[in-house]
């Protein structure tokens, strides 16, 4: 008997590590103190664990040991708990706040004191921000337990010399919706086929965050409230170095920096950090893989160009952003080329790189710590060194998109001043610097053409700021909180008539607030300028037109509402006692047209890109409370279409049915709008759903290319895919679609390879880009002389008596461009006016 439960035990070990698969390195444990294993009931890597059982884990540890504190920093868009456990000895938590205002000297370049010598490192161990990358939260669990309970001589100087931040779940709610289909697919015996459902996950996947969003491309854009309270915690510790634990194709290995060279021609992180300290830190992992015999690669791809990754935002905050990318299980076990990898395994190579972290973080802590002094202070001399001493910026006719984007430099801690002429300015002699430079400066030259990510994101752009730097600085008051930017006049109560500007980001919100509260409003297709209670005011196209006397609800009812409206959008609403004009049409004018709520669906599931569509949910909900219907791409066959006026097809897999298609088309040809954006604008042109074409070029036309390596195939093929630009386009004003802008010349932003062809309809191109349309990024000469500069951004085109607005572009990309989001969202308010002259 003693003998067949020695055998079984072999046996579970080989398929399912015990608990010393992991812990046995760092004995003794504190007994007082409960496992991993002891907590939950299972065995680590033996299921994929819930979020609030990982959150509650890390409570018990804080309640009984006084190594160890729990904090809380946010709430996700699902109301899950954001939490750090904080890990040192327990002398150093009774004053965690003296050590953080002593630590945050570091990042204040007039400060002269001496590094105190006893001062601990800052290391903040962060985990799976790629939800259904399930192995670095289990890994947290092994690695908080070892940092709490282990008696360990190694473990307790580490204790001793740092404070270890453990966030052990940045994206919840994605983990949980991996967590989910990985248990409720999970076999006994465990299934390793790579076909079996547990590897496959359904459309959106765990990948995301509830609305969708790829949480490691937040960092920079600050948009979620699982980015936003992040940053704010970042901001508040500085920590020296920051981890980033990812999973990549299951038919790989292990990956850890150093990582690709940077991109850029010039970066604006100094080379110590992704050379010197990169490949210090290297070694230590390498040593510790080798002493578990895992295979691992470093360099050949990945790259921290982008500023916006939990790997590359700490480097430009004196810390060190640590990529760690480990082949995935996708469920508990798979065959692969070398056999098959369990879950357990994955999870092992994740809990030894954090703990050789801190040892690598606080044997060179005294290195850590003074280059973060010597980045900050190279930051003010970095900015003497220039020219430039800051940039001044505004938009004059929309003060909330001003105050969103102060918002965003106010995220990163950068400093905004009031100018003393007019509008905004930032100086660049700041601590910030290098985050300025991220804001505002734009590329042209870059030193490798093949980009992980995007090579573009100049913010300023994202907001379409008019921006400029100066030589000379003019500073007024300084903006300490965004909230302070905008200040509305609440509107007098009017008899006849209230005007809303289109031109406020957020007039499209109090309009869709007002058409529930049943009031009508119209639209101005010609400008005009009034006699309001505020003095002579021209309004631009799109002006709103609330008639009181025309509604079903007295003027009273009807003052009510719209100061409400007001209040909770910040609008600019204009009072009038007169339908005549001083210039352009009067109130009465056929030109000031009525508008429908408006009713819209977008197609959703397999096929579509759920970035994408995910852009438009987060916007609508949390922008303009807007619901849109999502129709999984599963039922559009039974779908009843005729209640809504818009359909929204972003970029996608298309694969529609000969019914599916003519269900569709039909709908439209009854008078509503279908907006595709990016590769579904290509489809529906593919598909001679519309009279347009796309920009081609003759093969024949093009040079016989030259013989080149075969090894460097992919990185010559690679360059060709437009992975992100900044490029100007010429808009046409008057068009409804482009209603709420002045300029005639907007930055867009193109990350794909779909080049809409000028319609024949002169009416009809509503963008297309400039002569010269280059403002920031990498595109090569071949896809910017054949095949960008003769095509458009927007068209129109007519289907019966309904309409189809073809974006080449995405307006909505990653919750940031407040830029363009009116272009989108003038297509659903104004969709049914867009007409097509013959």
């Known amino acids: 008997m003693k003998k067949l439960l020695l055998f079984m035990a072999f046996c579970c070990h080989a398929l399912l590590p015990a608990q010393d698969y992991f812990l046995k390195n760092y004995q003794p444990y504190n007994p007082e103190i409960p496992s991993p294993e002891t907590y939950l009931g299972y065995v680590i890597g033996e299921m994929h664990t819930r979020h609030d059982l990982i959150v509650s884990y890390l409570e018990k540890l804080a309640e009984v040991s006084d190594r160890a504190s729990i904090s809380y920093y946010g709430k996700t868009h699902e109301g899950r708990k954001l939490v750090m456990l904080t890990v040192t000895t327990p002398d150093k938590l009774e004053k965690l706040e003296e050590l953080r205002q002593q630590h945050l000297k570091l990042t204040q370049p007039e400060n002269q004191e001496a590094i105190p010598e006893n001062m601990p490192v800052f290391i903040n161990l962060a985990y799976n921000v790629h939800g259904n990358e399930p192995s670095s939260s289990e890994a947290a669990l092994l690695a908080a337990y070892t940092l709490v309970a282990s008696e360990h001589p190694a473990i307790a100087r580490y204790r001793d010399q740092a404070v270890i931040f453990l966030d052990p779940t940045i994206n919840p709610d994605g983990r949980d919706r991996h967590t989910q289909w990985a248990n409720s697919f999970r076999s006994n015996p465990l299934v390793a086929d790579p076909q079996d459902a547990e590897h496959n996950e359904m459309w959106p996947a765990g990948r995301t965050n509830h609305y969708w969003f790829d949480l490691n491309r937040d960092w920079l854009l600050g948009i979620n409230p699982e980015s936003r309270g992040k940053l704010n915690w970042y901001h508040h510790w500085y920590p020296n170095v920051v981890t980033d634990f990812h999973e990549m194709g299951t038919q790989s290995t292990y990956f850890f920096e150093p990582m ?20 210090l830190f290297g070694d230590y ?34 810390g060190l952003g640590l990529l760690f990318e480990q082949a995935s299980s996708r469920g508990h076990k798979q065959t692969t080329a070398y056999g098959e990898i369990t879950f357990p395994f994955t999870i092992r190579n994740q809990y030894v790189s954090s703990l050789t972290t801190v040892k690598a973080a606080v044997e060179n802590k005294e290195y850590l710590k003074d280059y973060q002094r010597r980045f900050f202070r190279s930051a003010l001399k970095n900015a003497d060194d220039s020219r430039i001493r800051g940039y001044k ?11 969103a984007f102060i918002d965003k430099l106010l995220l990163h801690r950068i400093k905004v001043y009031e100018s003393a002429d007019s509008g905004y300015v930032v100086p660049t002699k700041q601590p910030q610097y290098r985050m300025v430079q991220t804001m505002f400066e734009t ?46 006049k609440i509107v007098e109560r009017s008899d006849y008539a209230y005007i809303l500007d289109w031109d406020d980001y957020n007039t499209p919100a109090a309009l869709y607030y007002l058409q529930k509260e049943g009031l009508v ?59 005549l004009n001083l210039n352009g049409v009067d109130l009465g004018s056929r030109f000031i047209k009525p508008l429908k709520e408006p009713k819209a669906a977008m197609l959703v599931g397999n096929g579509v890109r759920s970035y994408e569509a995910g852009e438009v949910w987060h916007l609508l909900d949390t922008r303009v409370h807007m619901p849109i219907t999502k129709i999984p791409m599963r039922n559009l066959g039974r779908a009843d279409l005729s209640k809504y006026e818009s359909l929204v097809m972003v970029s996608g897999n298309y694969h529609l049915t000969d019914a599916e298609k003519d269900k569709i088309v039909s709908w439209v040809k009854q008078g509503n709008t279908l907006i595709t954006i990016g590769s579904a604008s290509e489809y529906i042109i593919d598909k001679k759903w519309v009279d347009e074409k796309l920009t081609k070029v003759e093969k024949d036309s093009l040079a016989i290319p030259e ?7 992919d990185e010559h093929l690679g360059k060709e895919s437009v992975g992100g630009v900044i490029l100007k386009a010429s808009l046409d004003t008057t068009h409804p679609l ?23 309809n002169e009416y009809a191109t509503v963008a297309k880009y400039t002569a010269n349309p280059h403002i920031d990024g990498f595109i090569t000469k071949k896809n910017m002389e054949n095949y960008l500069k003769p095509s458009a951004s927007i068209i129109t085109s ?25 272009l989108f969202l003038n297509a659903l308010f104004l969709g049914e006016y867009i007409e097509i002259p013959n």
């Open 260 to 279: 690709k060279a940077n991109g850029s021609l010039d970066p604006i992180m100094p080379k110590e950090n992704y050379e010197d300290l990169n490949n």
């Open 285 to 318: 992992f390498a040593a510790a893989l080798d002493s578990i015999g895992s295979l691992y690669f470093t360099k050949e791809v990945f790259d921290g160009t982008y500023p916006g990754y939990g790997s590359s935002y700490p480097d430009l905050q004196g």
């Open 393 to 403: 910026f505004n938009a004059t006719n929309d003060q909330n998109r001003v105050k």
């Open 443 to 488: 590329y042209d030259k870059y030193r490798d053409s093949v980009y992980y990510d995007a090579s573009a994101w100049s913010v300023a752009n994202f907001y379409n700021m008019n921006y400029q730097p100066v030589s000379s600085l003019k500073l007024g008051n300084e903006i300490s909180s965004a909230e302070t930017v905008v200040n509305v």
């Open 521 to 579: 409003l119209a639209s101005a297709f010609k400008p005009f300028t009034v006699r309001s209670d505020n003095g002579s005011k021209k309004f631009n196209y799109g002006a709103l037109v609330l008639p009181v006397q025309l509604q079903k609800k007295d003027s009273g009812q009807v003052h009510e509402l719209v100061k409400k409206a007001q209040e909770k959008f910040q609008v600019p609403v204009h009072a009038v006692s007169t339908g």
């Open 707 to 713: 013989r080149l390596p075969y090894v460097d195939a």
């Open 738 to 760: 482009g209603f709420g802008y002045r300029d005639q010349v907007i930055p867009v932003y193109k990350n794909n390879e779909v080049w809409l062809a000028p319609s024949k």
């Open 798 to 822: 007519p289907l019966g008596s309904g309409r189809v607005v073809l974006f080449a572009d995405n307006p909505n990309f990653r919750g940031s461009w407040y830029g363009t989001n009116k």
